[in-house]
């Protein structure tokens, strides 16, 4: 039997639900069967612009229907792609690409000022001339192998802030959608609202689950999340959502601020931050017929693990149980395994591990180890413990633990216990080292607290050393551009010059 490749998914979705809606905009869609035609198309057209087995094709672009077809068909013309945030800088730009060495570009009009740092590469506008390669007579492509081989390039920072690639095969991609699937049940009945940027793998893998289950995809852009999100998921008979803490946050902000009817959504998923406990119970008041679903997961290895909506009563301070077929435990600095229920480092084994890091040995060797047997490890650089019943409990990731006044402590304890109370919509913590103070941002709905009432409810819920000494309100905590909590923008508003 042939090792699975990425373009299997399609091929399969394209038999089996061929005339049902795939990919769905404001003003287009296409059904499986017309996506796998243009698939077809589009990969020839880039064989024909001179795409070879293992070349690589970046992606820059903000959500829209082009970017899928676009992975799709760099996939089935056998190249490795890597999309990119079109938020991307120019430095960061360059610096991929002379990683990369891409045979291909995509470009939006948009971003054409990137058009020079392309090196040797071909650039194609996704304004201007990609309907054109959709015309291409298609030619017989052959199969590319798939299972172990690299399929694609996810781009995040490294401890240098440099960017780098990790690597994911074919193998990994289709464990780990099989894997999620089994706990998120998607159906083919679905329509799923993707309202994260596409170049966020959390949003991207939302493709892989559509061509899995049947789902339909409406491709949403980051902006809508906003007070006309609850039409937008009407309109569009969304059914599930995936979002990140502050996608949720604004959405209860809005609710109290003006409600509006709002749809029938069959379940929510979370990832990328901590999801509060508060905001968990808000979601359920709001959407009471749908299944909420915290999760975990780092791009190394995709997901980690996912909470049932039937464990949060009982488990409600963890993150879910790891993935079917992979295990996780916890480290103790020396490297030592720690018994359940100990805080320390998480370790993470199966078939989801990633490859490691492109053209990155020395980073790839502080992330991944290689066991005898050809398992892979992956040392996540995240701290929590996992209980006697295999629950993880998540503390903070390593970049962002504090130590303060002899303590060393999660910033996301601190922010759960303010969005305790219901004027809090978001919080986020980071430590004034020149001050020695904690300082914790908010941004509030309806009539404010004063600070010592919220500092004393504070009190109630974290030892002493934990209690902020400092309250700061923003209208809107800044977001990455994946739409998370922006901790360092948070330090840049208390450094301005530094």
Not at 240 to 253: E, Q, W, Y
Request: net charge negative.
């Amino acid at each position: 039997m042939a090792a699975f490749h990425l373009s299997d998914f399609l091929s399969q979705a394209s038999l089996l639900f061929s005339g049902r809606a795939f990919l769905v905009t404001d003003d287009k869609s296409l059904t499986f069967g017309e996506a796998a035609a243009l698939v077809h198309r589009v990969a020839s057209g880039f064989v024909k612009l001179g795409v070879n087995l293992g070349d690589r094709v970046l992606i820059v672009s903000e959500n829209r229907l082009e970017l899928p077809i676009a992975t799709l068909a760099a996939t089935r013309a056998g190249a490795v792609f890597s999309v990119l945030t079109s938020q991307i800088t120019a430095e960061s730009f360059q610096r991929i690409v002379g990683q990369c060495e891409p045979a291909l570009v995509l470009l939006e009009a948009k971003r054409a000022d990137l058009h020079p740092l392309c090196g040797s590469a071909k650039v194609v506008s996704l304004d201007e001339d990609f309907a054109e390669l959709g015309e291409t007579e298609a030619i017989e492509l052959p199969k590319p192998g798939g299972g172990d081989a690299l399929a694609f390039l996810v781009f995040t920072s490294g401890s240098t802030g440099m960017p780098r690639g990790v690597m994911l095969s074919h193998a990994n991609v289709e464990f780990v959608t099989r894997a999620i699937m089994a706990r998120l049940q998607y159906r083919e009945t679905d329509r799923i609202g993707v309202f994260l940027p596409l170049s966020f793998d959390y949003g991207f893998y939302q493709i892989f689950y559509a061509l899995m289950t049947g789902a339909a995809l409406y491709i949403g852009r980051p902006e809508m999340s906003g007070p006309e999100l609850p039409r937008i998921l009407a309109r569009h008979e969304i059914s599930v959502l995936p979002g990140v803490p502050t996608l949720f946050a604004g959405l209860i902000k809005m609710q109290s601020w003006r409600p509006v009817p709002l749809p029938h959504l069959r379940a929510l998923t979370n990832t990328g931050d901590h999801l509060p406990l508060p905001h968990i119970r808000q979601l359920q008041q709001l959407f009471p017929q749908a299944r909420v679903f915290p999760m975990y997961g780092l791009t190394e290895c995709k997901r980690v693990s996912i909470l049932l909506p039937e464990e949060i009563n009982a488990h409600e301070n963890s993150v879910g149980r790891a993935l079917a077929g992979t295990e996780v435990w916890t480290e103790s600095p020396e490297g030592q395994r720690l018994p359940p229920g100990e805080v320390g480092e998480f370790i993470v084994s199966g078939p989801n591990v990633g490859l490691g890091y492109w053209r990155a040995p020395e980073e790839t060797a502080k992330r991944y180890r290689s066991l005898p047997d050809g398992k892979r490890l992956l040392v996540t650089g995240d701290f929590g413990a996992v209980d006697a019943e295999g629950f993880l409990h998540f503390h903070a990731r390593s970049d962002f633990m504090i130590k303060h006044k002899g303590h060393r402590m999660s910033p996301v304890e601190i922010e759960e216990a303010a969005c305790r109370l219901p004027q809090i919509v978001a919080a986020g913590c980071i430590k004034d080292e020149a001050q020695d103070k904690l300082c914790l941002f908010l941004s509030t709905q309806g009539e404010r607290l004063e600070d010592a009432a919220l500092l004393a409810d504070l009190a109630l819920h974290l030892e002493r050393s934990k209690v902020p000494d400092r309250l700061i309100y923003l209208d809107d905590l800044p977001r990455t551009a994946n739409q998370k909590v922006d901790r360092k923008a948070l330090r840049a508003l208390l450094f301005p010059t530094a």
